[in-house]
């Protein structure tokens, strides 16, 4: 799959756009529901973990379908199961059923699940590993330039004031009726592309397990790790700019996500010409720690660094920066040489996801008792793994 790549990349590219846009709905969608349903922030954060959790409990069965139908039929499914989920949104929003909404979410996150199992080894298998990165970093300018354009969407479509009195749950049928159709339509146009199957070369000595990979399984953890700070990110700056008390703190999440397309689109001129993805990986984890460290020790009302936000939330829309090239410079660390154990190290790196799930709530749970601010340091340990995977993890041959 090294030649003719021109219609696969943009195929899957208009995928990673919509992966973008629903994910990154969700930054948006918490305060809205948190008002809403009058919610906790822990239970605000739930939105994130019945998303995220789609992916552990999903993935593993969606790899059944990936093997008996193959991917271009596996993603055309994957893309029906999130226009029903999207749907879901519908009932939802007349019954302002809190449970509902997280079924939706949950129906989202499934659908998502195999179309993310399907398109990244894709991307890695269409040139050389040691660009991979740099075809993943084109892929995230896609996906988080949705992640801006979504809470802007969402602030447009659904509410121009969430401090109203009395939400319109209804609000919410339109946008997602015309998610659904959106779906729809990309369906009739992967069904009918000329989107070719994954064939994965021969690699000598492949061994019996991809458990016997320890650069796999540490790949597992450090992504594992790396969506649960990246959705915190960008899910959660718009509830410490509420906690502030700022105007249209909606739209926060669009900080976060600029940061992230500045960091893709330094993967994309730099990878691997000036920087090897084990040093991409590596300079991340480090601005990680000093970005959270900046948000615990940085004023949440002075306006040294820019006149759009305090400086403590400067640096947590930072945190998109420093996340950036996390994704894109793992996958071909831990897919190197895999052959055709590459599907099943594929669906391990996808159930990873589910740190998406844990992390946040993990992170609510302490900000009701630290707060917010003091909340972000937990991610600490996480950039400190990120880092050793980059220094020894993705180099360890054997356990």
Same mark, same amino acid.
């Given at each position: 799959m090294k030649s003719n790549t021109t219609m696969p990349m943009v195929l899957i590219g208009i995928l990673f756009f919509i992966f973008g846009f629903v994910t990154w709905l969700n930054g948006s969608l918490i305060p809205y529901l948190k008002v809403l349903c009058d919610l906790s922030d822990t239970q605000a954060l739930l939105v994130t973990f019945a998303f995220y959790i789609a992916y552990t409990t999903m993935a593993y069965p969606m790899s059944f379908i990936l093997n008996k139908h193959g991917y271009k039929n596996s993603m055309a499914f994957g893309l029906a199961i999130m226009a029903f989920g999207s749907l879901l949104f519908i009932p939802a929003a007349f019954s302002a059923s809190y449970p509902v909404f997280l079924l939706a979410l949950f129906t989202l996150g499934s659908g998502l699940t195999i179309l993310?199992?399907?398109?990244? *080894?894709?991307? $890695?298998?269409? &040139? *050389?590993?040691? #660009?991979?990165?740099?075809?993943?970093? =084109?892929?995230? /300018? /896609?996906?988080?330039?949705?992640? =801006?354009?979504?809470?802007? @969407? !969402?602030?447009?479509? $659904?509410?121009?004031?969430?401090?109203?009195?009395?939400?319109?749950?209804? #609000?919410? @049928?339109? *946008?997602? +009726?015309?998610?659904? =159709?959106?779906? =729809?339509?990309?369906?009739?146009?992967?069904?009918? #592309? #000329? /989107? *070719?199957?994954?064939? !994965?070369?021969? $690699?000598?000595? @492949?061994?019996?397990?991809? !458990?016997?990979?320890?650069?796999?399984?540490?790949?597992? $953890?450090?992504? +594992? +790790?790396?969506?649960?700070?990246?959705?915190?990110?960008?899910?959660?700056? &718009?509830?410490?700019?509420?906690?502030?008390?700022?105007?249209?703190?909606?739209? +926060?999440?669009s900080y976060t996500m600029s940061f992230m397309v500045l960091g893709y689109i330094i993967g994309v001129v730099a990878i691997p010409k000036y920087i090897s993805q084990k040093n991409a990986l590596l300079y991340s984890g480090l601005l990680g720690i000093i970005s959270v460290i900046m948000v615990s020790i940085s004023s949440t009302d002075t306006y040294t660094i820019t006149s759009l936000m305090p400086d403590s939330i400067f640096f947590v829309a930072l945190l998109g920066l420093a996340n950036a090239l996390v994704w894109p410079s793992i996958w071909p660390l831990a897919l190197k040489d895999l052959g055709s154990l590459t599907p099943q190290a594929s669906a391990l790196l996808i159930m990873a996801i589910a740190g998406g799930a844990i992390i946040p709530l993990i992170f609510g749970v302490v900000s009701e008792k630290a707060g917010l601010q003091d909340a972000y340091l937990i991610t600490i340990l996480a950039y400190i793994f990120i880092i050793y995977y980059a220094l020894k993890g993705h180099e360890k041959i054997s356990w």
């Open positions: 993310q199992t399907a398109s990244n *080894p894709y991307i $890695v298998l269409l &040139g *050389p590993n040691e #660009s991979a990165a740099m075809r993943i970093s =084109i892929m995230g /300018l /896609l996906n988080k330039g949705a992640g =801006i354009l979504a809470p802007i @969407v !969402f602030t447009a479509l $659904v509410l121009s004031d969430i401090e109203l009195t009395s939400v319109n749950a209804e #609000s919410l @049928v339109l *946008p997602y +009726f015309i998610m659904a =159709i959106i779906l =729809i339509l990309l369906i009739v146009l992967i069904k009918y #592309s #000329s /989107l *070719p199957e994954i064939k !994965f070369e021969d $690699v000598k000595d @492949v061994k019996d397990s991809i !458990f016997m990979y320890p650069r796999v399984i540490l790949g597992v $953890v450090a992504l +594992f +790790f790396y969506v649960g700070v990246e959705v915190i990110a960008g899910d959660t700056i &718009g509830l410490y700019a509420k906690s502030l008390g700022l105007d249209s703190y909606t739209t +926060f999440t």
